[in-house]
């Protein structure tokens, strides 16, 4: 029989509702107790880490659950955490960035309270717990939520609500829980490059743009002394003219900003010229990050920033267009890394 650590840090599948709203007040313990056939198939290592939602965990919570896996990865098949659904996502792949384990991580949640007429997260405990324990899932961290296993640099949350919550884009899912066992589309590796770093010392904020949006922001930032910003952009990557002077203002300080987009398909590619396309961005010095989300694309310069080595940040974003899947950005075209 396969052993599994779970760690629990609150969110809304430990959550109960009262007159206040919403708030997680059950423990891991409770939550594995009550839900004995989702179980009863693997010995459970069972810690309480935190009793959070997920949108109040700050960054050292995300180190504190890194240090933890890493104490117990290497003595059982898998782990699991019980996870808010906000911020799952970042913290799936926050995860994959920074471990160099050889167990799997499958982070899970729910959409509906303990407590609803019909809560999700008995089904969703008991996939991830299928996931993290099964023999052809080895590495990485994942999302797994309504009979889905997601990728963790691929997935994320698509629907406030709705218990189909997760998507992966055009990733798709790594694998689908049936009633034979997990159904595989392809092989549950990484995604991420690895960034080794144990703990988050550097400072990203991230920009959003729209119409006219001015570079106030941004200018502020740098006045506050961050070490990066993530700017949002339009399309391709193009942003409002006075956001460009901006970035270029912020490049030329020394702060490493990187270019995302609000699309949520497609990638940032510098194509467009005039006062703030990509093209010009490029040419004041900002990266780009691929198809990543600003909120994936600050996890991953936070902890680059944070590592405190001789290793260049650039690379990280603007070489690889599909991050690990070996394909690196040359002057002549797009060449096979390996």
């Not at 891991?28 to 839900?35: I, K, S």
């Not at 991830?128 to 691929?154: M, P, Q």
């Not at 006062?275 to 010095?285: K, N, R, S, T």
Request: hydrophobic share 40%; glycine share 10%; proline share 4%.
């Amino acid at each position: 029989m396969a052993t599994v650590h779970v760690i629990a840090t609150g969110g809304t599948i430990a959550g109960t509702t009262s007159d206040t709203g919403t708030v997680p007040t059950e423990s891991g313990r409770d939550l594995l107790e009550a839900y004995p056939e989702s179980v009863e198939h693997v010995d459970i290592e069972l810690e309480q880490l935190t009793q959070t939602p997920s949108s109040e965990l700050a960054l050292d919570d995300l180190v504190d659950l890194a240090a933890r896996v890493r104490a117990v990865a290497a003595d059982v098949d898998g782990v699991v955490v019980l996870h808010g659904t906000d911020t799952i996502e970042e913290t799936a792949y926050y995860l994959d960035l920074v471990l160099d384990v050889n167990s799997p991580v499958v982070c899970t949640g729910a959409q509906r309270p303990h407590d609803a007429i019909s809560p999700d997260g008995p089904a969703n405990v008991r996939g991830a717990l299928d996931a993290a324990s099964h023999e052809h899932v080895r590495s990485g961290s994942y999302v797994f939520f309504n009979d889905r296993l997601h990728a963790a640099r691929a997935v994320t949350k698509r629907h406030s609500s709705n218990l189909a919550a997760y998507g992966s884009g055009n990733y798709g899912p790594v694998a689908e829980r049936t009633p034979e066992g997990l159904w595989f589309y392809r092989h549950p590796d990484s995604l991420s490059t690895m960034i080794p770093v144990r703990d988050v010392t550097a400072t990203v904020e991230i920009v959003a743009t729209s119409t006219d949006t001015t570079g106030s922001q941004i200018i502020d930032a740098v006045d506050r002394g961050v070490d990066g910003l993530v700017v949002d952009g339009l399309g391709l990557g193009n942003v409002p003219g006075a956001v460009a002077d901006a970035i270029r203002t912020a490049v030329g300080d020394g702060i490493d900003v990187v270019i995302t987009t609000r699309c949520r398909d497609g990638v940032v590619s510098p194509v467009y010229g005039a006062d703030g396309g990509a093209a010009v961005l490029e040419e004041a010095g900002a990266m780009f990050a691929s198809n990543l989300s600003a909120q994936k694309a600050r996890i991953k310069l936070l902890a680059a920033l944070s590592t405190r080595s001789d290793r260049p940040i650039r690379p990280l974003f603007d070489a690889a267009l599909f991050d690990g899947h070996g394909y690196v950005r040359s002057t002549t075209g797009w060449e096979d890394a390996h």
